[in-house]
């Protein structure tokens, strides 16, 4: 019960920015949480601890892709890549900078130059999202494709669960709960896009449910890889009994681009 009443709050205040939300709103919301997340992704690989300010100074670096990536621009990327060149250029003058301050500058310059990437760059497509039309019933759909899979791969995988699918980097996980989370996810898919999108395209959200399930998949297997290179359990400890705000987003930031080129493509109408 202490896990669940806040994972309900958590998804129902989420819903309601992304359906009563302004686009504005989302792209405040979403700079808080890549600064949240931000925090988190660096507290992982710096050891030892950073100063305040130089905390603030890589944070601030890793939410450029998204806040370049204003309401304004539309669909537009452009901005989003003048944000990641920012950020790299950032980087790298740090570690000039303080090149002889850590054990291995250059691994910590890799990690932090990933982090860009990992955080801020795929956080950035949730922003274009929005600003996609119906953008905020796409995000519903993406967010339901991702919990429903999620879910279903955790009860399938309990229950059914023999093979391993990725012993090495995720032991629990099983194929058979990934055949489960597939399952849920087009369910979850069909019945929001009912729900909320004006015009669907069925063949369209079922072909984007399979990729954005398997997308999802790897998404939190990459976060896994990550806590095992630095030895950590959970990202973070802000969200009670869920860990850390990039545990609750892993999906999202794989599968987030993905969709966004889909739409861009593809359509969805």
Sequence with gaps: MKRTLPGILLAVCWVVLLVKGSTL???????????????????????????????????????????LTLPVSGTTDIP????????????????????THFDNTYERFSRMVFGVVYVGVLASYLVLLRQYPEGGSWLVVLTAVTAGSDSGAYYFGSTFGKRKLCPNISPKKTVEGALGGLLCGLAAAFVSAMLLLEKVDWLFVGMAAVILTGVGILGDLTESVIKRGTGTKDSGTLLA??????????????????????LLFLGGE
């Design 241 to 262: 009994g869920h860990g850390g705000v990039l545990d609750r987003i892993d999906s999202l930031l794989l599968a987030a681009p993905v969709l966004y080129y889909l």
């Design 25 to 67: 709103q989302f792209y405040l919301a979403m700079l808080v949480i890549t600064a949240i997340g931000g925090a988190e992704y660096l507290k992982m690989i710096m050891v030892p601890k950073l100063a305040f300010f130089s905390r603030l100074y890589l944070v601030g670096t890793i939410c450029l892709p998204v806040l």
């Design 80 to 99: 989003q890549q003048i944000g990641l060149f920012s950020a790299f250029f950032l980087v790298t003058l740090y570690f000039l900078r303080c090149y």
